[in-house]
């Protein structure tokens, strides 16, 4: 009895018990866990990167918007600056106004002040489409780190409950409990809960930090939609 204890403790201690040969030892089901695992952390991570560089792009193009935006020129010089130049968001809403301005103009050959309700309706309706195009181009695939960080840890868990149903059949094959036979099993089983984990906590996290920064940036944009309707439509009235 005292040998068959020594030989099982000597296989366990040399069992393999890094990622790579878990993954290899694990069944078709536990690696397609790990494999649909290890692409969404590959993919959010992608997400992750490309939000946060795309916010201080945004912030650094609103802040160059800003400066040019109160420097005292007309809105048409503005317009025609920006115009062949509208990167971001900001710009393409101040554009879409000025736009549907000018094509009012042209059409009343220049009398405009007896509609200007009308403009301003229209001109509102021509910057919060572009705003919904531009928060949807945004946000895109944003959504997916919500899905990981909910749903990751549930698909771990599938894995490692599949794992230790595995190492419950060993044990009734084997009818051992001797750790070199439970071993492998739970190790791969545990390691698809972690990788559920590592998927799941960094998604979450950025997913949070990014909406907030995001929703702080819409609400400048809207800020500034109401800010330039009524510096606009005052200095049209003054005329």
């Known amino acids: 009895m005292e040998d068959v204890n020594t030989i ?3 296989a366990a201690e040399n069992v393999d018990f890094s990622m790579f040969a878990l993954f290899m030892a694990a069944d078709l089901v536990v690696k397609s866990v790990i494999i649909v695992l290890i692409l969404a952390s590959i993919y ?25 935006f109160w420097s005292g020129n007309s809105f048409e010089d503005l317009y025609e600056t920006l115009n062949f130049n509208k990167l971001d968001p900001k710009s393409k809403i101040f554009c879409a106004a000025i736009s549907e301005w000018k094509k009012t103009k042209s059409t009343n050959d220049g009398q405009i002040n007896t509609n200007l309700e009308s403009l301003k309706d229209r001109m509102q309706r021509s910057m919060v489409v572009t705003f919904n195009k531009e928060s949807e181009i945004v946000e895109k695939n944003l959504t997916f780190l919500a899905t990981s960080g909910s749903t990751a840890p549930f698909i771990g868990l599938f894995g490692t409950v599949w794992g230790i149903m595995n190492s419950f059949k060993s044990i009734a094959v084997a009818q051992n409990t001797n750790l070199s036979v439970v071993a492998p099993g739970i190790a791969e089983a545990l390691f698809a809960t972690a990788l559920g984990l590592f998927v799941a906590i960094p998604a979450v996290v950025a997913y949070n930090k990014i909406s907030n920064d995001l929703s702080k940036y819409f609400v400048s944009l809207e800020t500034f939609m ?12 003054k005329k």
């Open 8 to 10: 099982n403790n000597i």
């Open 44 to 68: 959010s991570w992608t997400i992750i990167v490309s939000k946060l560089l795309r916010l201080r792009q945004l912030k650094q193009m609103e802040k160059e918007f800003e400066e040019i």
């Open 226 to 237: 109401d800010e330039f309707t009524t510096i606009f439509f005052r200095q049209l009235e």
